[in-house]
């Protein structure tokens, strides 16, 4: 039996205002609700709102709702909330408290990046069969549109954007405080970030490349491994004890962080509500075969990608550069690439985010990173256009 459409919207309403971004209510969506949970657990959730709540509070609204003992409620909360983390802790800074969790980034990964099920397969296909929805309106007249919406939030600074932590064999100090939703880093700060959580790390599975497995059976092209998205401090631990994640320790997550670098990895880290301001939650470790964003971008997708970039690249020797396009290959927006034709290694600021992954998998040190803070939005391409 489906759930009452009204009452999902609305709590799809509710989660999303727990996040700079928002899914809409679109039909895959909804029927993803429906696949996650029953009609109790769509009340429930209703019920506890958006504001922070202890987990005393949270079961006050539980036995007023359904009675029952405390055992009956502890079952629910380990086997439904935590599991299928419909709540997580608010903070670090004041763990008694828990909060309904966004729809994306927040809910979805930590539901579907868990062990691979029956259940987890359908909830994912349902997000991608909407993620899916993007490309399929790539059209004139709506890519005009969320072009020029994505850049009047640049101007306004107040566009989601995503945070990258990267390898790039160097390392480079800020010299200014972190203030946006999300940014780009170098491998030093990353590690300090490790650091920072050191007993508090966890993995579980990329939700996107666990996609690519359960639907083709391939692995991906960068030769990335399915378990490769690092959780950190609260978070993790409730992702552990419930079976979703494994710990990670600290030099585990160093040596993972390192290899995927190599591969060409781009580390984009998302925070509490999708804002920088708060708590680091988990590190993606994205590429151009499998994510969401990139993947997406790149095959036609309409762009969601926002970031503070706080590096650029800049030619140190132009006649190193022998035309072998590695750059172009692990740019994950287009933003460089040897131009065989033209025969000149090509260039568009417009589109760099910052990553670094020119420079770092660069053998002959064309390139250097230089500090350079922006935001960047990157417009969607139209489906055909290649580099």
């Known amino acids: 039996m489906s759930l009452p459409e009204k009452k999902v919207k609305e709590l799809i309403e509710k989660m999303n205002s727990m996040s700079t971004a928002s899914i809409p209510s679109a039909k895959p969506i909804v029927e993803m609700f429906n696949l996650a949970m029953d009609e109790k657990t769509l009340d429930y959730l209703l019920a506890i709102g958006t504001d922070p709540l202890t987990v005393p509070q949270l079961e006050h609204i539980y036995h007023n709702m ?59 296909n349902k997000f991608m069969e909407f993620w899916g929805l993007l490309k399929t309106l790539n059209i004139g007249p709506i890519r005009y549109l969320t072009n020029i919406k994505g850049e009047k939030k640049i101007e306004r600074g107040d566009a989601p954007r995503i945070s990258n932590y990267v390898n790039r064999g160097r390392e480079i100090t800020l010299n200014k405080p972190l203030e946006s939703e999300q940014q780009v880093y170098v491998s030093g700060d990353v590690h300090k970030l490790l650091k920072k959580y ?74 509490h509500n999708n804002d920088a301001n708060k708590d680091e939650m988990v590190i993606c470790n994205c590429c151009t075969d499998c994510c969401l964003l990139y993947e997406g971008y790149q095959n036609g997708g309409l762009s969601k990608i926002f970031t503070r970039s706080y590096y650029k690249p800049e030619v140190i020797d132009i006649t190193r550069c022998v035309g072998c396009d590695v750059c172009g290959k692990f740019c994950p927006t287009d933003a460089t690439f040897y131009d065989k034709q033209k025969k000149e290694l090509v260039f568009r600021y417009e589109n760099c985010i910052g990553c670094g992954q020119c420079v770092n998998q660069c053998k002959f040190d064309v390139r250097q990173m230089i500090p350079d803070e922006r935001d960047v939005f990157v417009k969607t391409k139209k489906k055909s256009k290649g580099k």
Not at 94 to 103: A, C, Q, V
Not at 237 to 262: C, K, T, W
Request: hydrophobic letters at 35%; a negative charge; proline letters at 5%.
């Open 66 to 124: 359904y009675g029952g003992d405390k055992a009956e409620w502890e079952k629910y909360w380990n086997e439904i909330l935590m599991t299928y983390s419909f709540v997580h802790p608010h903070s670090e800074t004041d763990r008694s408290l828990y909060e309904l969790s966004p729809i994306f980034p927040g809910w979805v990964e930590f539901t579907v990046g868990g062990p691979i099920n029956e259940k987890r397969a359908a909830i994912l």
């Open 198 to 271: 050191h007993d508090e790390i966890a993995v579980l599975n990329c939700f996107c490349r666990q996609y690519k497995f359960i639907n083709t059976g391939e692995t991906c092209d960068f030769d990335l491994p399915i378990e490769g998205c690092i959780v950190l401090g609260a978070l993790s631990r409730q992702l552990v004890d419930n079976g979703v994640a494994r710990h990670l320790p600290y030099e585990e997550a160093v040596d993972l962080l390192n290899e995927f670098s190599r591969k060409g990895c781009v580390h984009t880290t998302f925070h």
